[in-house]
């Protein structure tokens, strides 16, 4: 459900971006979600349901609940292996939230530096142009010159 949340999120962002950035970025109709980032978010979302998912319920579900009610309730709960997996679980997500939350505000920072870099020139008056030489036009002497 969170990476199809994501997903909603990340297409209502592409879509203000295109809208709010059309006077500044260049292309900006180009900007989409292309199959391959939809696959890779796919495989993310699919691997993080395995990770912090399936892995505690499959753990859990092989626990030995009689024991635990002889023995009495606990405030630590789990042989220490257990405990050992759970907190290495939350240290895992609150790393990987970390490295997230870094990394978006590193690319936030740069886009919005890129918007204040003086291009050296005004873009506002100017003419760009094209133009191609063909290899047949140029012969002989004419190459030779060219090259060197």
């Known amino acids: ?71 009495g309730a606990t405030r630590s709960g789990g042989t220490p292996g257990e405990r050992w997996f759970r907190t290495a679980l939350l240290v895992t997500e609150i790393a990987l939230l970390l490295v997230l939350l870094v990394a978006g505000g590193l690319v936030l920072r740069a886009v919005f530096r890129l918007q204040q870099v003086e291009l050296g020139f005004r873009p506002a008056q100017l003419v760009a142009a094209r133009a191609e030489i063909s290899g047949r036009l140029l012969t002989g002497a004419g190459r030779k010159h060219l090259l060197t």
């Open 1 to 71: 459900m969170a990476g199809l949340a994501g997903l909603v999120l990340a297409q209502w962002g592409v879509q203000i971006l295109r809208t709010a950035a059309a006077a500044y970025l260049p292309r900006v109709d180009q900007i989409a979600i292309d199959p391959p980032v939809l696959a890779f978010a796919a495989a993310v979302s699919l691997g993080a349901v395995v990770l912090f998912g399936l892995a505690p319920a499959i753990a859990g579900s092989r626990a030995d609940v009689t024991r635990g009610l002889r023995i």
